[in-house]
Every structure is written in structure tokens, then in C-alpha cells.
């Protein structure tokens, strides 16, 4: 089955700096990675997405990167603010529609004003 | 987009007492659910998945017969944590898709917080 590493588990910048987090996973055969964002005792919310078909995409400060060929994907957070200190999880998921997502072991990031 | 719900938010019980979860989705049809269950300061780990009208599918590791899952119908699924123990309590958090749909995003409920004195 898929399996997702995730780094760093925790991770500290300074507010207006970027936070980068990566991921790799196991199963070519996987085409989607969600990222979300967890805050303490909530659901975990996506932030951004990304096919296998497509190797970038952005949504303001938030952008994520995939190589498929390496099989690991990014996300990068820009001019970080203090709320986004969350714990963000990546995810990978395959083909079929009952094949569940599995998730990263988690990053803890802090943005210290 | 669309929302799943769950209840209880949270329940405190006994141990050697049984629980149910409910997952919902209010607005959309989903064939299949997942139930995971997340520890403090870990991720969220599968326990298995839930099919509408037959037998779900556990992951390694979980007990089907303590964790005995219904999905009765195309809008819910229920967890039943059978003779809870202390080491049961968690966060458990159900997930849908839409059947049929074409987007690929996974739903998530708002967890329930299980704590078994």
C-alpha cells in the first residue's frame, strides 16, 4: 500500500519568512495529494491540491509542487503570519474512488512574530 | 463544498461500554466513508472503509470485531466501539467523497473526542 513520509515534523520561521514542507510517497500509482491544515481538536481543512497531471499550482501564498518522477511533493507557504502556526498534514491518494488518503506523519509549524 | 457531520462531538463512557459514532453527509451521496482515528500530536491513521451495503474493509491492526462498522445507507455510516478501554480513547474523525463526483476532495467530519475512563 501507499506510503507517505513527511519533514520536518516541526518547523519554526520568523513572520514574513517561507515555510517549506515536503513530502514523498510510495505508489506510482497515485495521482492526488491534498495538503490540510489541522488546528488543535478540529477537522483538518485543504488548503491546496494538486493532480498527477499538473507538476504546480498556486493560491496566493500557498503554492504546492509535484515531481512525479521522484515521487515527492512540496508545499510552500509565503510571507508567513502568525495563523498559519498549524499542524499541516500532505496526503496521497490513488486512482479508484474508494481508495482512501494516507497522510504524512504531520509538521507542527510556528510562525513567530 | 460539501460537509459531513458527526456525532457526538465528544463522549465520555466507562470502561467495557459501547459507543456509536455517526457520520453524515448532509448534501451528497457518498458509496464510500472512511473512519481514521488520531492520538494526540500524531497523524490521522485509516482504520477502515466503508461500504455502502456490505462489509467494510479494515486496515492491519484493527479489530473488526471491536470496531464494528455500519453503512446503511447512502448518507451514513456508524462506528461502534465495542467494550471500550482506556487506550480506545481518541480522536475519530469519519471522511466521504462524493459518489460519482468528479473532484477528488476527501470530506471530513468534525471528529468526535472519545474518552473511555
Known amino acids: 500500500g501507499e506510503n507517505v513520509e513527511q519533514h520536518p515534523s516541526t518547523l519554526s520561521v520568523q513572520e514574513g519568512d517561507s515555510a517549506v514542507i515536503k513530502c514523498t510517497y510510495s505508489d506510482s500509482a497515485s495521482n492526488y495529494f491534498p495538503w490540510y491544515k489541522q488546528e488543535l481538536g478540529k477537522r483538518p481543512q485543504l488548503i491546496i491540491d494538486i493532480r498527477s497531471n499538473v507538476g504546480e499550482k498556486k493560491d496566493q501564498r500557498i503554492a504546492v509542487t509535484l515531481n512525479k518522477t521522484a515521487k515527492h511533493f512540496s508545499l510552500h507557504i509565503t510571507e508567513t503570519q502568525p495563523e498559519d502556526s498549524a499542524v499541516y498534514f500532505c496526503?496521497?491518494?490513488?486512482?479508484?474512488?474508494?481508495?482512501?488518503?494516507?497522510f504524512g506523519k504531520g509538521t507542527r509549524l510556528s510562525v513567530i512574530a | 463544498g460539501a460537509v459531513v457531520s458527526q456525532h457526538p462531538s465528544w463522549v465520555i463512557c466507562k470502561s467495557g461500554t459501547s459507543v456509536k459514532i455517526e457520520c453524515r453527509s448532509l448534501?451528497?451521496?457518498?458509496?464510500?466513508m472512511f473512519w481514521y482515528r488520531q492520538f494526540p500530536k500524531q497523524s490521522l491513521m485509516l482504520m477502515a472503509t466503508?461500504?455502502?451495503?456490505?462489509?467494510?474493509?479494515?486496515e492491519q491492526g484493527v479489530e473488526k470485531d471491536k470496531f464494528l462498522i455500519n453503512h446503511a445507507s447512502l448518507t451514513l455510516s456508524t462506528l461502534t466501539v465495542t467494550s471500550a478501554h482506556p487506550e480506545d480513547s481518541s480522536f475519530y474523525i469519519c471522511?466521504?467523497?462524493?459518489?460519482?463526483?468528479?473532484?477528488?476532495?476527501?470530506?471530513f467530519g468534525p471528529g468526535t473526542r472519545l474518552t473511555v475512563l
Open positions: 466503508s461500504n455502502e451495503g456490505s462489509k467494510a474493509t479494515y
Open positions: 496526503a496521497a491518494r490513488g486512482k479508484t474512488g474508494n481508495t482512501p488518503l494516507v
Open positions: 471522511s466521504a467523497r462524493e459518489t460519482g463526483g468528479g473532484n477528488n476532495e476527501q470530506f
Open positions: 448534501d451528497f451521496q457518498a458509496t464510500t
